[in-house]
């Protein structure tokens, strides 16, 4: 199915992004989004010139194993992001959910695990916009869905202007995963990606808990 049948077929009117009576993008708006090229690096998605790893990776290797990002977070897929957190805009997360299970690059793995928010940031939101993310996808490649087989068991201070390293230590022991996750390959779903410090403490306790992969597929990248 193409994009414009999905969209008309799925979707009440009204872009976000421009005046069109389709929603919640128009087909057009849908085809000028930052889609991110392959030249990126296959563990961290970070831009290399031949698709190599990128120095950090080789540097310190991340828990996870693999990263796709469909987007790069610039406008106006910032904006969408935001809309769907902080405005509950959720009828973009069924179209997220929809682009990724199109556009799936990477060995598939066998469970989707959507990024854990802390139960305080739930109580403030109403809602994990990974997990309603992630739902879509689900029910689009077949693969279940465990979004209670990780937990966030502190709530770390904000991530914002912190360097790599310390957004590293903020992240510690940020998580705990449930031993169901042993033997299997994870695939975490986000809907942005920044230094990538959160996902790696994530697999990392994912791994920590037997998992035998970990990949990361995420909405956009920073
Ligand atoms: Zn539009
Ligand atoms: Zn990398």
């Known amino acids: 199915m193409n994009i414009r049948s999905f969209i008309e077929q799925h979707f009440p009117p009204c872009c976000l992004l421009c005046e069109a009576a389709e929603g919640p993008l128009c ?7 930052p889609w991110l090229a392959e030249q990126r690096c296959p563990v961290c998605a970070l831009p290399t010139s031949g698709r190599e790893t990128c120095g950090h990776c080789l540097k310190e290797r991340p828990a996870f194993s ?3 990002a469909l987007f790069a977070y610039g406008f106006p ?15 973009l997360a069924p179209l997220l959910g929809s682009l990724l299970a ?34 879509e996808l689900s029910a689009k490649t077949g693969i279940p869905m465990h979004a209670s087989w990780a937990t966030r068991e502190r709530d770390t201070p904000s991530q914002a202007g912190l ?13 705990k995963c449930d031993h169901k996750v042993a033997g299997l390959h994870v695939g975490i779903v986000d809907d942005v990606m920044t230094t990538g410090s959160t996902l790696d403490a994530l697999a990392a306790a994912l791994k920590h808990a037997g998992a035998k992969e970990v ?8």
Not at 77 to 91: H, T, W
Not at 215 to 222: F, T
């Open 27 to 33: 087909p057009a708006c849908l085809v000028d989004l």
């Open 163 to 175: 360097k790599r390293e310390a957004r590293r230590k903020n992240m510690r022991g940020a998580f």
């Open 77 to 91: 897929v910032d904006r969408l992001i935001q809309q769907l957190k902080y405005k509950e805009q959720l009828a």
């Open 102 to 135: 199109q556009n799936l690059e990477n060995e598939l793995p066998d469970l989707w695990l959507p990024m854990p928010l802390h139960p305080n940031r739930i109580k403030e939101r109403g809602f994990n916009q990974a997990v309603e993310i992630a739902r």
């Open 66 to 68: 693999s990263t796709q």
């Open 215 to 222: 990949s990361c597929l995420i909405v956009a990248r920073a």
